[in-house]
């Protein structure tokens, strides 16, 4: 009877929760026949609160940079915490041929400024070969510098014609001010890469984190660094963490974040007592389904899956924290046919 009781309240806990989640879909391909599908989200708070996600326009078909000449970069904003959100805006248009796929975006939270970077490839005359390029905002989104080639400053000169690509979603910047990134050579490992001058210049560090796929990096409340991981073929998610700023690494399994090898969001959240990590994916060991929240109270060493958020087919995610302390939350939704933003309550995350 004990067991029963304690089962009905989390049933009903659950329900009640999944009944204030609001889905709004901010990118619909039904809406054009022009558009195949949209994919890949990104999401950032800016430093005045505006939040800008932006995703790929796929044209031909929905398939990846390898296989379509023609995906461009879309973005909405909203000035109202997610409430409302403007038209859609085509930052990135190359003509058909050249694509560019998978943005991810940092917050400069020193100078204000928001970094947009994407994959690039011509596929007529240039096709597997990968181009690395990064846009910046110095007004909230409002408008976007000319694109910039930093694929000679983050890879290697034998990578040439390795599959390899910037990790979409989003990246992180570290207390001293350097911008942090994940980029994945499917052969060679997953990198950090960055840049200590406010990007003017970027790094690589050449240290390859095996097994890894698609990778989030974020700093601990100590001043390490942590990096989650997707991993191919694999039932769970794989973390590497390092004490000395990249120079060496541990390795360990996250056997209590079930992942079918889909694209994930981790992210900080600090409180007045508490400094938590929040991780988002589709929680199960085999389907791109059951798009879940889990907490880590040990800066990532042990996740607790404290909600669903939505129990259907859902894969790629990414998260922002809002100005009044909820989480945004924007993810693939129903098979890739919806992509929508949530709100995640502030006073659910804290209570326990």
């Known amino acids: ?11 009903f806990g659950t329900l ?14 039904s809406l054009s026949s022009e558009i195949a599908c949209y994919r890949i989200p990104s999401i950032i708070t800016s430093t005045n609160g505006t939040l800008i996600a932006a995703i790929d326009e796929r044209n031909n078909s929905c398939g990846d940079l390898k296989w379509n000449k023609n995906i461009n970069i879309v973005l909405r904003k909203s000035y109202d915490d997610g409430k409302t959100w403007t ?14 796929s998978d943005p991810s975006m940092i917050v400069d939270r020193q100078t204000g400024d ?14 597997d070969v990968y181009r690395f390029m990064v846009i910046k905002s110095t007004d909230n989104g409002v408008s976007w510098s000319n694109p910039k080639d930093i694929t000679e400053q983050i890879t290697k000169k034998d990578w040439n014609n390795d599959f390899m690509f910037i990790t979409s979603g989003r990246g992180t910047q570290s207390k001293d001010g350097t911008l942090l990134h994940c980029l994945v050579n499917l052969d060679k490992g997953t990198h950090v890469f960055g840049s ?25 409340s100590n001043g390490d660094w942590l990096v989650n991981s997707r991993v191919n073929s ?35 959240y600090n409180t007045s007592s508490e400094n938590l990590l929040l991780f988002s994916n589709a929680f199960d060991s085999k389907k791109r389904e059951n798009l879940s929240l889990s907490i880590s109270y040990d800066q990532g060493t042990s996740w607790i899956k404290n909600k669903t958020i939505y129990k259907g087919s859902s894969a790629y995610s990414t998260m922002t924290r809002l100005n ?24 659910w995350i804290i209570k326990n």
């Open 324 to 347: 009044n302390g909820d989480i945004g939350l924007f993810f693939e939704k129903d098979n890739y046919t919806k992509n929508v933003f949530v709100r995640i309550p502030k006073k």
């Open 1 to 11: 009877m004990k067991y029963l009781l304690k089962f009905l309240i989390l049933l």
């Open 16 to 29: 009640s929760f999944s009944q204030e989640l609001i889905f709004e879909n901010l990118f619909d391909s």
């Open 196 to 220: 200590k001058d406010h990007g003017d210049s970027w790094f690589l560090i050449d240290f390859p984190l095996k097994p890894g796929d698609e990778s989030k990096i974020i700093e601990l």
């Open 234 to 268: 694999n039932k769970f998610r794989y973390s590497h963490l390092t004490k000395d700023k990249g120079k060496s690494w541990f390795t360990f399994e996250n056997k209590d974040l079930s992942d079918p090898a889909c694209n994930a969001s981790l992210i900080n």
């Open 87 to 100: 038209k859609i805006e085509r930052i990135i248009d190359y003509p058909i041929g050249e694509s560019a």
């Open 114 to 127: 928001v970094f947009l970077f994407y994959n690039y490839m011509n596929l007529d005359i240039a096709k």
